[in-house]
């Protein structure tokens, strides 16, 4: 998917924007790049291949050098492109980084290419255009930086939240419906009087640089940021669907989105989940995370229980970093596999229920539950922190729904009803909680991974959990609605 962390100060600021930008290594896993400008406003970058180091470790001393005396700058890691791209302009030059995905830019290019004053010339490592380039294509057609940016806003079906640093200032802007966040944060020094501003997605970044949360940007809003403040460029849109499955899987547990911390969202959803498993109350030995996204769901699930959390598996962190991109998917599992070590005396003779985020294709998680049963439990009971995912992702570059037809529920139900080509209409039936349709896609799922119970939280359990309106979060993933598909335009008319 990917993350970014910008910076305007008064003085150098280059150690801002390496550490800031570092704490948004678990959201991508390719590439690591870093745009800055001195008082000159001349822009210099680099960008470095993460995927089998971390970023912190390519950014070395050298490249660091490149950017003394700088005072402005963004950086971004990267799951599908080279960024930033720093581009030459009608504007002067400026850098760009992005977060989202653009399902259009066939149409975009065809649109905007018409008229043979536009070009591209960078590829994203899906051989599609890279999108930061698309945007920044369209940024160029229109005659203020901020109009262009609505205009890319407008035209871009899927979503597109980005950082342009031009002259100095930093335009923020998030994407039209707010699947992502944008957050905005101040230091100040002794005296109280603000030294730097900051503009992030993962507000885990500040804290330790000092910086104060100031204000999220609202959907479609965009803010420029110079070391005197922040200007609203345009106002933020009425219509809000931040990305659910930032508290339910990838966001920082540190982090707050629309003011809701991501770790004490997962704890109330394991609460929520155990209020509805009286009935195994007295014959479950621990409760267990599936590492690490199923542990605070687990913690939460465990106080409420009054079972004790016990850890039947532990990471080997010192050496498996999680930006770590194995080449090819039997690498890949043989990596997860390596990953997680067994701890055999929490395991052995016990009736275990094991907390994960989600399910998605269900390979992984059936060959950890084998290892399980081989160490010697009893009883493997699963419960998933969030429904069966039905849709893939189409409003971000979310890998873990790339290709929904592999999806475990998916599966189930072709299997029940005969075919591959599942309608919405079919889809429907076992989007409800509880239906005769429902329960035998989840036994089916259960007996396929081999546990000896299998739960989804229900989706309104899952949102009230999570805290914020509900009609402010992203649902597609479950049930396949959005209001971007409506068919209304971005006006809603
Ligand atoms: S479809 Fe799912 S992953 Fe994509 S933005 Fe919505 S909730 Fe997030």
């Known amino acids: 998917m990917g993350g970014f962390f910008g910076t305007v100060s008064n003085a150098p600021c280059v150690e801002d924007i390496y550490y800031g930008t570092d704490y948004h290594s678990h959201l991508g896993t390719r590439r690591g790049g870093m745009a800055m400008s001195g008082r000159d406003g001349v822009i210099k970058r680099r960008i470095h291949d993460i995927s089998n180091t971390p970023f912190r470790t390519k950014f070395g001393a050298e490249s660091l050098a490149v950017f003394e005396n700088c005072t402005s700058g963004i950086g971004v890691i990267s799951d599908d492109e080279d960024q930033p791209l720093v581009i030459t302009s009608k504007f002067g030059t400026f850098a760009i980084v992005t977060v989202g995905k653009i399902n259009n830019t066939a149409e975009i290019l065809q ?19 890279n999108p930061s380039e698309v945007a ?18 407008q035209v871009i079906d899927g979503s597109l939240s980005l950082l342009v640093l031009h002259e100095g200032a930093i335009y923020a802007a998030r994407d039209f419906f707010g699947r992502t966040p944008v957050i905005l944060g101040v230091r100040c020094d002794e005296n109280g009087a603000v030294n730097a501003r900051a503009v992030t997605m993962e507000s885990s970044a500040f804290p330790n640089l000092d910086f104060e949360t100031e204000c999220e940007l609202g959907p479609g809003e965009i803010r420029k940021i110079t070391s005197s403040g922040t200007t609203v460029l345009k106002a933020p849109e009425k219509c809000m669907k931040i990305c659910t499955f930032f508290w339910v899987y990838y966001g920082y547990p540190s982090s707050c ?57 532990v990471k080997y962190t010192p050496t498996w970093a999680r930006s770590f991109m194995p080449p090819n998917q039997s690498m890949r599992e043989r990596v997860a596999k390596m990953k997680l070590i067994p701890v055999e005396s929490q395991i052995a003779g016990k009736k275990l229920l094991f907390c994960d985020d989600s399910i998605v294709r269900g390979t992984q998680l059936g060959d950890t539950v084998k290892r399980i049963y081989q160490k010697g439990a009893v009883e493997v009971h699963m419960r998933s922190s969030c429904p069966p995912l039905l849709y893939g992702c189409r409003f971000l570059n979310f890998s873990r729904s790339r290709n929904e037809h592999e999806l475990a529920a998916r599966q189930a139900i072709s299997e029940l009803e ?51 309106p509900k009609e402010n979060l992203c649902t597609y993933c479950w049930n396949g609605c959005d209001p971007s598909l409506c068919g209304k335009n971005k006006e809603g008319k």
Do not use: W
């Open 257 to 313: 989105y629309e003011g809701m911390n991501t770790e004490s969202a997962r704890y109330r959803n394991g609460a929520s989940m155990a209020d509805q498993d009286e009935e195994f109350k007295g014959s479950i030995d621990s409760v267990c995370g599936i590492p690490d996204s199923g542990i605070p769901h687990a913690i939460g699930y465990a106080n409420r229980f009054g079972r004790p959390y016990h850890r039947a598996f």
């Open 418 to 468: 005969g075919t591959a080509e599942l309608t919405p209409e079919i889809l429907k039936k076992y989007q409800i909680h509880g239906s005769k349709e429902y329960i035998a896609m989840v036994n089916i799922i259960r007996k396929k991974l081999n546990f000896t119970t299998l739960k989804f939280q229900e989706l309104d359990r899952l949102l009230e959990a999570i805290g914020i």
């Open 111 to 129: 649109q905007e290419m018409a008229d043979g004053r536009a070009h591209l010339a960078e590829y994203s490592f899906s051989g599609e255009p």
């Open 136 to 153: 920044a294509m369209l940024i160029c057609r229109k005659s203020s930086i901020a109009e262009g940016i609505a205009h890319a806003q």
